[in-house]
């Protein structure tokens, strides 16, 4: 029997998983003999004294006068293979075999040892002794946690640091699972696990220490570029290094990039890499920091110019400058590119883009290329979805600037992060948008939109969770303090927000009467002037999202 698996490899020492496909001549786990013992089932405090356990498994007794190599490469595929276990003992000429490949004599018979003049004699039945080395972190698990729940389906591994997501039902079995992991995967040093699904302002994870040394500063490769950080304290995902690729692929030599919320570097550096001017800018002070040192990690320091500042001033001051001199830049030749990777929140920044050159003199040569990420929530086509975030705050329809539209990741059963690529037209950056009405169904179906519950909403809740900050914190990895993170977690769920809620989403439709441009009701003839009644107050939704920002 010869079973193909695709698995995924989450031991192996990248930054992110990679799927490959494996031959496993004999699947051990379909075996019970080679399971761990069943009264591990439910532990929570690791013993590993109680996985040891005797078996019996057929054997090959080489005489010692035939030649052991040759044996063992003819019977090569009926060897017992378990972790740090040698189916060959030299000295005893001794060859352990798979209990479900051989049974008895007859199933050999594809090795002709009797061509090697070993007769059926040489088939013995003998034991063995199996412990705690002789299993994969993922055998372990699956003995240990309930049969009838999920098992632990995926985490990441940030350099020496392994990060979980653990399901409520796993949360028990939390500190075995992390000095499982500790034990068995390779450089792992460190485990943590998401403490709550509450992301802050620099969308680095809570998180809380299972098993190992308190120490996040790592260092990963991704795209042939070295990074190094902190992994408390600024954002990575190895989950977006495919998506990082394909946007740097997108570059040539002599295009710019503007990274809008850098972190530590994922676009920035491998652009610079390839010769891009780099324009980057990050509000996390830890972030910028890190980016800075990466840049110079990577040999690239004289391509980027790094910032530490919030977005709309960056897009306000440092983007709208690069864009005037980029115009007035007659040997420049290539693309300019924007990346906007802060998915909750990018989408609303993109009411700063209209207008942003108004009364500039200036010819605009070339069409900034906007690769803006949101997150799409709902069951209907997320394209959609996500092509509307981007028309309600830019106050437009995209459809002549439109590049793609592409899916990045599910996040969540029926949220998926996807980018939504479009060109800044001139009319657009110097405020000339007539912006084509929509029919009216759309418009309500948008107004519909609007009352989901809004990114700003969400921020609300991230704020009361903010304030609980402290509870969830690395340094409290203690047993007592990590109750806490239940206690708060329950509070949260009582405060009623519904209120706050409403006003909020009163705000939202007012805002976005004022953003979605209402037309005349005949197509004007000429583009408007700069000073255009329809275009959005930027200034005032700009005071308005502070006020909301309870
Ligand atoms: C989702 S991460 C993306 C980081 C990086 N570009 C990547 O692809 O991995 C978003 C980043 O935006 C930064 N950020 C959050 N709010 C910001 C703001 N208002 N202005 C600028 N950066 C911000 C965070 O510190 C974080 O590093």
């Known amino acids: 029997m010869i079973y193909t698996t695709r698995t995924t490899l989450t031991h192996l020492p990248q930054t992110h998983r990679v799927v490959v496909r494996l031959r496993h001549y004999f699947k051990n786990m379909l075996c019970p003999d080679l399971h761990p013992p069943a009264a591990v089932r439910g532990m929570q405090q690791l013993d590993r004294a109680a996985f040891s356990k005797t078996i019996k498994v057929p054997h090959l007794l080489v005489p010692k006068d035939k030649n052991l190599n040759e044996v063992c490469r003819s019977i090569k595929k009926y060897l017992l293979k378990m972790e740090r276990y040698k189916p060959v003992i030299t000295e005893e000429y001794k060859i352990t075999l798979h209990p479900m490949a051989v049974q008895k004599w007859e199933d050999l018979a594809d090795v002709k040892l009797e061509k090697l003049d070993i007769g059926s004699e040489a088939l013995v039945w003998q034991e063995i002794q199996l412990c705690y080395d002789n299993w994969k972190y993922d055998e372990i698990l699956k003995a240990v946690l309930p049969e009838d729940k999920e098992a632990l389906s995926s985490f990441s591994k940030i350099g020496h640091i392994i990060h979980l997501n653990l399901k409520d039902h796993l949360l028990p079995y939390k500190q075995l699972i992390g000095e499982v992991m500790c034990d068995k995967i390779a450089d792992c040093r460190t485990v943590v696990n998401k403490s709550l699904s509450i992301d802050n302002t620099y969308r680095n994870f809570q998180m809380e220490l299972l098993c190992g040394e308190p120490n996040y500063q790592v260092s990963v490769k991704e795209n042939g570029c070295l990074f190094q950080f902190d992994f408390s304290k600024v954002y990575w ?28 570097g994922p676009f920035t550096v491998p652009a610079a890499r390839k010769g891009c001017e780099v324009l980057a800018n990050d509000l996390n002070p830890d972030s910028y920091q890190a980016l800075v040192t990466n840049c110079a990690l990577n040999r690239v320091s004289k391509n980027v110019t790094c910032h530490n500042k919030d977005a709309v001033e960056f897009i306000k001051h440092e983007l709208k400058q690069a864009f005037l001199t980029k115009c007035a830049d007659k040997c420049f030749l290539g693309e300019m590119h924007i990346t906007m990777n802060l998915p909750a929140m990018a989408v609303e920044h993109l009411v700063h883009f209209p207008g942003l050159l108004k009364s500039e003199d200036i010819v605009l040569h070339k069409k900034p290329l906007v690769h803006v990420y949101c997150f799409a929530k709902g069951v209907e086509d997320k394209k959609q979805i996500a092509r509307e975030l981007v028309e309600r705050w830019l106050g437009m329809e ?41 029919p009216l169904d759309e418009e309500l179906r948008l107004s519909d939109l609007s009352k989901r ?21 690395v340094s409290q990895a203690k047993k007592k303090d990590l109750k806490k993170t239940k206690e708060v977690s329950s509070t949260l769920k009582k405060i009623k927000v519904q209120d706050k809620r409403e006003k909020v989403d009163q705000k939202f439709q007012d805002l976005h009467a004022q953003i979605v441009t209402k037309k005349a009701p005949k197509p004007a003839p000429k583009p408007l002037p700069a000073k255009n009644k329809n275009k959005p107050d930027t200034k005032k939704i700009e005071a308005d999202l502070n006020v909301m920002q309870m």
Not at 406 to 433: H, Q, W
Not at 465 to 473: C, D, G, R, T
């Open 398 to 438: 995209v459809e002549d600037m439109l590049k793609e539209i592409a899916f990045v990741r599910n996040v969540a059963p029926n949220k998926d992060m996807m980018r939504v690529s479009f060109y800044l037209t001139e009319d657009l950056l110097f405020g000339r948008t007539t912006s084509k009405k929509r």
């Open 453 to 473: 519950p809004s990114n700003k909403m969400k921020d609300q809740r991230k704020q009361l969770a903010k304030k609980a900050k402290n509870v969830f914190s």
């Open 237 to 264: 995902n190895p989950r977006l290094s495919t998506e990082h690729e394909k946007i740097v692929k997108m570059l040539n030599k002599h295009d710019v990039l503007y990274d809008l919320y850098a972190g530590v």
